[in-house]
């Protein structure tokens, strides 16, 4: 079953709106939430990264918002820009195990001028 | 630093034909290492992961194989290639939290 449910699973946005992305999960032994980016033809990059001990992590544009209870998580891109279209993947990890990083399903976000 | 090389960048080969992937990780020791697919437009599913030198754990049956020959390579392989093997395979490293992943290869089996 999949591990971590993400939504949308494509986005369309104005250039200069927020985007938003969702994460769940149910497990958890997870402590740790990346995110990646991947541009077409490229392998993902890791974007921005939380732990739970945090609600909030911010680095520049790119915000990750963090709700424990809920065992839910998020991702907002401020002033999206053009450059910013590309798919973007949540995660969640576990400090045990070699396979121990459950992907999303994507999402696809557009950002038109 | 760490760097991960895959390779090659793009391949196209007919049905039937055999497939060597390559992937080398540079800068670390003992990783752990992952092999996945990427069909157009989908998301990644988790193919091989290795803990060491000879292990290899498969996630998902099907008509590829893994190899890890030396602490920092690890190769995906197939014998007889089939159309539903195209894809863009990505190969991973990870020494803890996070994984980083290589430039990929995109495969297409004509």
């Known amino acids: 079953q999949q591990q971590v449910k993400q939504s949308p699973q494509s986005l369309i946005v104005q250039k200069g709106g927020i985007s938003i992305i969702n994460c769940a999960y149910e497990n958890t032994a997870f402590d740790y939430f990346p995110w990646y980016q991947q541009f077409p033809g490229k392998g993902p990059a890791l974007l921005i990264a939380i732990r739970p001990d945090v609600s909030e992590k911010k680095e520049g544009r790119f915000t990750i918002s963090f709700n424990k209870s809920a065992k839910q998580f998020s991702l907002h891109i401020m002033d999206s820009q053009p450059g910013d279209s590309a798919t973007y993947f949540c995660a969640a990890s576990m400090q045990t195990g070699a396979n121990n990083l459950f992907f999303g399903t994507g999402t696809r976000l557009t950002v038109i001028p | 630093s760490q760097t991960i090389h895959q390779w090659p960048a793009t391949l196209v080969q007919p049905v039937g034909s055999p497939l060597s992937l390559e992937c080398t990780v540079e800068?670390?020791?003992?990783?752990?290492l992952y092999w996945y697919r990427q069909a157009a437009g989908r998301g990644l599913q988790l193919l091989f992961y290795s803990v060491g030198i000879g292990q290899i754990s498969s996630e998902v049956p099907q008509n590829l194989s893994a190899s890890r020959p030396q602490d920092r390579q690890f190769i995906l392989s197939s014998k007889k290639l089939l159309l539903s093997d195209s894809g863009f395979y990505l190969c991973?490293?990870?020494?803890?939290?996070?994984?980083?992943f290589g430039s990929g290869t995109r495969l297409t089996v004509v």
């Open positions: 991973a490293w990870s020494a803890s939290y996070g994984y980083t």
């Open positions: 800068g670390t020791s003992n990783p752990n």
